[in-house]
Antibody, heavy 119, light 106 residues
Framework: EVQLVESGGGLVQPGGSLRLSCAASGFTFSSYWMHWVRQAPGKGLVWVSR????????SYADSVKGRFTISRDNAKNTLYLQMNSLRAEDTAVYYC????????????WGQGTLVTVSS | DIQMTQSPSSLSASVGDRVTITCQASQDISNYLNWYQQKPGKAPKLLIYDASNLETGVPSRFSGSGSGTDFTFTISSLQPEDIATYYCQQYDNLPLFGGGTKVEIK
């Protein structure tokens, strides 16, 4: 059974940093692109970042470029999102998702982890 | 940049009704369009990929069509368990979601 379990969310002050993790199991993690998608309270889904299967290629939404870094450890079956210079507008539930359809269909999702940026 | 316009933003329908949601891309995205269902407090679920392909295990009352810039998502007979918000998502370039359609029972 495919499972994605996020962790690392919490309350952080504006300007602070946080690292999210997503532990994957039930599939060959190293064969799939992975993504982060976020959802602000009461709002819609917003794609944040993606990484290819071996970690050699990454992409970011303009809203997080230069502040967030996606990475993966295929030996540990874990996806990461390092978030720096956090702003109030980064407050959201962050989901990790597996990419299919050549990389950009999100066929499995984690349960999400809440990041709150507030003083 | 590609823009995705999803409509309506909300709708109310009766059990058994046919429900249709549209998604329009600002430029040709071929068939690089997916549809997701999100129930309150839950992660989204992939229903339709590549515009018209039903994900494994998804009931056949859900369907999708279209290509290029205009896409349609249909629930042929609305069921109480279909109450959710539905999102389109293009992946011609970087992934981008539509604004969502909240479906309620009348």
């Amino acid at each position: 059974e495919v499972q994605l379990v996020e962790s690392g969310g919490g309350l952080v002050q504006p300007g602070g940093s946080l690292r999210l993790s997503c532990a994957a199991s039930g599939f060959t993690f190293s064969s799939y692109w992975m993504h982060w998608v976020r959802q602000a309270p009461g709002k819609g889904l917003v794609w944040v970042s993606r990484i290819n299967s071996d970690g050699s290629s990454t992409s970011y939404a303009d809203s997080v470029k230069g502040r967030f870094t996606i990475s993966r450890d295929n030996a540990k079956n874990t996806l990461y999102l390092q978030m720096n210079s956090l702003r109030a507008e980064d407050t959201a539930v962050y989901y990790c998702a597996r990419g299919d359809c050549g990389g950009d269909c999100f066929d499995y999702w984690g349960q999400g982890t809440l990041v709150t940026v507030s003083s | 940049d590609i823009q995705m316009t999803q409509s309506p933003s909300s709708l109310s329908a009766s059990v058994g009704d046919r429900v249709t949601i549209t998604c329009q891309a600002s430029q040709d995205i071929s068939n690089y369009l997916n549809w997701y269902q999100q129930k309150p407090g839950k992660a989204p679920k992939l229903l339709i990929y590549d515009a018209s392909n039903l994900e494994t295990g998804v009931p056949s009352r859900f369907s999708g069509s279209g290509s290029g810039t205009d896409f349609t998502f249909t629930i042929s007979s609305l069921q109480p368990e279909d109450i959710a918000t539905y999102y389109c998502q293009q992946y011609d370039n970087l992934p981008l979601f539509g604004g969502g359609t909240k479906v309620e029972i009348k």
